[in-house]
């Protein structure tokens, strides 16, 4: 009688991709979160990207910290790695899994408090690091799991919905990914998956530290009509600064997209990134010019989104260390350990 | 698209697929969680209600919920309907004191009606609460009509038979069984107040061919040859029988054959396998008792050797279509095919026949002899005469002359009153939230996956030596309550407030068929695409709903809607809701 499990059956002319699944063999388990949370539809937008590009399931690991945000993971892929780390040591988690294994696509998953407030300087060092992943921000602006706080994303003069106002100006994990030099930085709205799903997919092509902050609003405890993070204020004032359509690699380009295409950016693994005409002129290759759009729409009280800067020729933390091409994980004692006479050699040059 | 009218009774009556379907409109899903319930009794008399002869049709219904029936279209099978309502039947408790009570006082109104089958059944079962005499008129001895005569005792054992059809006769009928109206003017000049004809299709068609002339002894056309095991003036058949057909009445006529001493049964017709009329439950019924069907063989003569039939000779064809894409038979120029037997039973159609009703009274017949009807109010030409069933419309099945006699006894009801017979009563439909609790509705929407449930039969070793020993067992309370979760409760509609939606997507994630979009409005033919599954199904509606602060509207595609409320139970606002909707046709009563 209560809260049941999805059915299995699906729609008959559900599309299969290239690798014979349909959208729904990319779900997880039944949400657990509010109905109406902002990170169901981030699940989803997931599923979707991931089932447009034919990701095989068994190639994807999904890291997260500790909170709303970070128990999602359980809700898309259930068919990928998984862990589920410590509050705000996601960061170190996804380095450790991808020094270990270069060739998975890393999704992180976290939220405002585990990235903004507790997590903030592990966030900080993994940009730093270029930790080649899709870094997710599930950004709903209050603590919604210990029930509605101010978090540290939180705009100057918003309100819980008891009544409290930010009186600290907000920490924009965004534009500080952006000066600690991530080489894709996007901002979407959960309740946009015309806008988000293409950018997660782009997010994952993207060679190098991808971030995409999502407004994500807390249904429950911050969706009231004097909160920047609620539902109303979102649909109200999000910009796009930039419209985004995304061409998988393997997907041979056959039609010619419409005039308004105004530039296209091929990424590492040969995907294409389509950037529309938004009538913002805006060019996100350009760090200062990207900040200073980003702050002078939050002057107005709107919110930037889109594709806000991307750098598709920066090297990742692998490139950077210039280690081998074989993931660590399948190095062979052989390959790891040089054997006597060399070591002998190594040793002869201390004597 | 405009915004739906959920306040139009049909809208979302069509959504109930299997109601919609149903000629009587019987409601369904109402009745089958009814059965899920053990309620037995209580799913009987919503039946009983609808459709006055539960118990028969939960064995012979035509079914043509099962094919509209959701379910085929997410998976193979419907909900076996037909067969969940006769375990309605077979395990309600005794429900005389459920029916109607008649009214010692009469209103003072004499209706007659002729033929004592489903259609005037009906009619007698919605007229005589009312307080009216009624004079039913039957040829044979007994009532039932085609239920009796053309239905084999194997399908229909004669209890559940009797039981429905005293239910009715028990209420006060003036019966007059045994006794053939000759003539509609002399009945009209009596004092009835409406007169309802009920007669069926009574006359079954021969195959006139060379050779009939000698053969006739052996030749016997399919309903009267039923009809006459039914009385039992026939209790034996040859060993080698042809019957000529592929219809329903050509099953139960192979059937009873192979029950009547027939060993070498064969179904033979012109066109193809795929082609033929009958049901498919009752050919396969038919061929798991080893009975062949030969198609794409056209008679052409009966075989006769010293005055007995012998034999009769086909040609052999094959399809093929014109320009037009109609289907000819084309003969292949094979030899022709001799297929020995000792009788032939033609069960290739009926025709309706009304010798008895005169050409100058006022009652007016088309180019196929059959009356020019209303075919709402069913009345004919004559403002006092009323038709119903196979007498009405041509040969259909007991469904639709049941729904048919609730038609004519409002209109005879409405016409006693001195009323408009045109101006029908609205549908009694009522419209409720479901919600219990936060995940907790008041139905179960936990659908089982499970495919269709097989009904079981008795061993054939035993059925094929018993003309009255029912083939199908039916199923058991637990393989019923099997068969009654696949139900997808399509009457508990999704009901949508765009004003409180604050468009967060919770039900457009969540929905397991993909059904819900928020998008930009459009034409239907470009919405139906734009959809997040495209909506090909065009019988389908596009459940359109605006008010929403984006000014985008909400489109639901009602066709492959599970009904599984996961969309209001994520919904947090509640502009999604589960409401049921009742809807029940207006009958005499509600007049």
């Known amino acids: 009688m209560s809260y049941i499990n999805k059915p299995r059956f699906h729609h008959p002319q559900l599309p299969t991709n290239e690798i014979g699944l349909t959208r729904r063999d990319y779900e997880g388990t039944l949400t657990t979160l509010c109905g109406g949370c902002g990170h169901d539809s981030i699940s989803a937008a997931i599923i979707q990207a991931a089932a447009d590009m034919s990701l095989e399931p068994h190639r994807v690991a999904k890291v997260s910290g500790i909170g709303c945000s970070s128990k999602i993971p359980s809700y898309f892929l259930s068919k990928s790695h998984g862990f589920n780390s410590v509050h705000g040591r996601m960061p170190s988690v996804a380095t450790g899994a991808n020094l270990a294994n270069k060739d998975l696509y890393y999704i992180g998953i976290s939220g405002d408090g585990d990235s903004a407030s507790i997590g903030l300087g592990q966030f900080c060092h993994i940009v730093r690091r270029r930790i080649n992943m899709l870094y997710m921000v599930a950004n709903n602006g209050t603590y919604g799991l210990t029930k509605g706080q101010l978090s540290a994303t939180a705009d100057l003069g918003s309100k819980t919905k008891t009544g409290e106002e930010s009186l600290y100006d907000n920490i924009d994990l965004a534009t500080l990914a952006i000066e600690l030099g991530a080489s894709f930085v996007a901002r979407s709205f959960s309740g946009d998956k015309q806008q988000l799903v293409p950018l997660i997919q782009a997010g994952l092509s993207h060679k190098g530290f991808a971030f995409i902050d999502v407004v994500s609003p807390c249904v429950t405890f911050n969706n009231t009509d004097f909160s920047t993070h609620g539902y109303k204020n979102t649909w109200e004032n999000h910009i796009a600064l930039s419209a985004v359509d995304f061409v998988p690699m393997r997907q041979e380009i056959t039609t010619s997209y419409e005039a308004g295409a105004e530039k296209e950016i091929t990424l590492h693994d040969g995907s294409v990134i389509h950037l529309h005409k938004t009538g913002n002129n805006y060019q996100p290759y350009d760090k200062e010019n990207a900040l200073h759009h980003i702050n002078a729409y939050k002057k107005e009280g709107r919110i930037a989104t889109g594709l806000l800067y991307i750098d598709p020729s920066m090297s990742d933390l692998h490139e950077v260390l210039d280690t081998v091409d074989k993931p660590f994980n399948t190095l062979s004692n052989h390959e790891l350990c040089p054997g006597n006479e060399v070591l002998m050699g190594i040793n002869e040059t201390f004597r | ?591």
């Open chain 2, 1 to 591: 698209m405009n915004s739906t009218d959920i306040a139009d009774p049909n809208y979302f009556h069509k959504v109930v697929d299997c109601q919609w379907a149903c000629p009587a409109h019987t409601p369904v899903p109402e009745y089958i969680r009814l059965i899920a319930e053990k309620r037995y009794t209580d799913a009987y008399m919503i039946n009983w209600h609808s459709n006055v002869f539960p118990g028969i049709l939960g064995r012979t219904c035509d079914r043509p919920c099962e094919p509209a029936c959701r379910r085929v279209r997410v998976e193979e099978q419907p909900v076996a309907i037909c067969r969940l309502k006769r375990v309605a039947a077979d395990y309600k408790s005794d429900v005389k004191n459920l029916l109607p009570e008649i009214p010692k006082k009469k209103n003072g109104k004499h209706i007659a009606l002729i033929g004592a089958g489903p259609a005037s059944l009906t009619v007698a079962r919605d007229l005589l609460p009312l307080g009216y005499e009624i004079t039913l008129f039957e040829r044979d001895k007994l009532s039932g009509g085609a239920m009796r005569t053309q239905i084999p005792r194997f399908r229909l054992p004669a209890e559940v038979l009797e039981e429905e059809l005293h239910y009715i006769l028990d209420m006060g009928i003036n019966c007059r069984f045994g006794e053939e109206v000759t003539s509609m003017k002399a009945l009209l000049a009596e004092p009835y107040d409406a007169i309802f004809v009920g007669t069926g299709a009574p006359v079954g068609k021969s195959l006139d061919l060379p050779g009939h002339e000698e053969a006739a002894e052996n030749i016997h056309t399919g309903i009267e040859w039923l009809a006459s095991v039914a009385f039992e003036h026939i209790d034996k058949i040859g060993k080698r029988v042809l019957v000529l057909g592929g219809g329903n009445t050509a099953m139960d006529c192979c059937r009873t054959s192979k029950r009547l001493g027939g060993e070498e049964v064969s179904v033979v017709v012109r066109s193809g396998f795929d082609e033929m009329k009958a049901s498919p439950w009752e050919i396969e019924d038919a061929m798991n008792e080893d009975i062949p069907v030969l198609n794409f063989h056209v008679p052409k003569r009966y075989l006769v050797e010293d005055g007995k039939l012998v034999a009769m000779e086909f040609e052999k064809v094959r399809k093929e279509y014109d320009e037009n894409g109609r289907r000819l038979l084309i003969p292949t120029g094979e030899d022709p095919v001799i297929l020995p037997c000792d009788d032939v039973i033609c069960a290739i159609g009926q025709d309706n026949s009304f010798p008895w009703i005169e050409r100058d009274i006022g009652i007016e017949f088309d180019k196929w002899e059959l009356p020019e009807l209303d075919k709402k109010t069913f009345r004919s030409s004559h403002e006092k005469v009323y038709f119903g069933g196979d007498a009405a419309l041509g040969p259909d099945n007991i469904i639709t002359a049941v729904a048919h006699g609730h038609d004519a006894a409002l209109s005879i009801h409405l016409q006693c009153l001195g009323q408009d017979i045109h101006e029908r009563p609205d549908p009694l439909t009522t419209l409720a939230s479901q919600k219990m609790g936060i995940h907790q509705w008041s139905y179960d929407n936990d659908i089982s996956s499970d495919v269709r449930y097989a009904v079981p039969h008795a061993a054939k070793e035993q059925t094929l030596n018993d003309l009255s020993m029912e083939v199908e067992l039916g199923f058991d309370p637990e393989l019923a309550f099997g068969e009654t979760m696949r139900c997808l409760n399509c009457d508990v509609q999704t009901v949508f407030s765009g004003p409180l939606c604050i468009e967060c997507d919770a039900c457009v994630d969540i929905c397991p068929t993909d059904c819900i979009t928020f998008t930009e409005n459009g034409e239907e033919e470009d919405l139906r695409q734009r959809l997040m599954a495209p909506a090909e199904n065009k019988e389908q509606d596009i459940y359109v709903a605006d008010g929403l602060k984006t000014n985008r509207i909400m489109a639901k595609n009602e066709d492959l809607c599970l009904h599984c409320g996961l969309c209001a139970e994520r919904c947090p606002t509640n502009a999604w809701d589960m409401q049921k909707y009742l809807f029940n046709t207006a009958k005499a009563v509600n007049a």
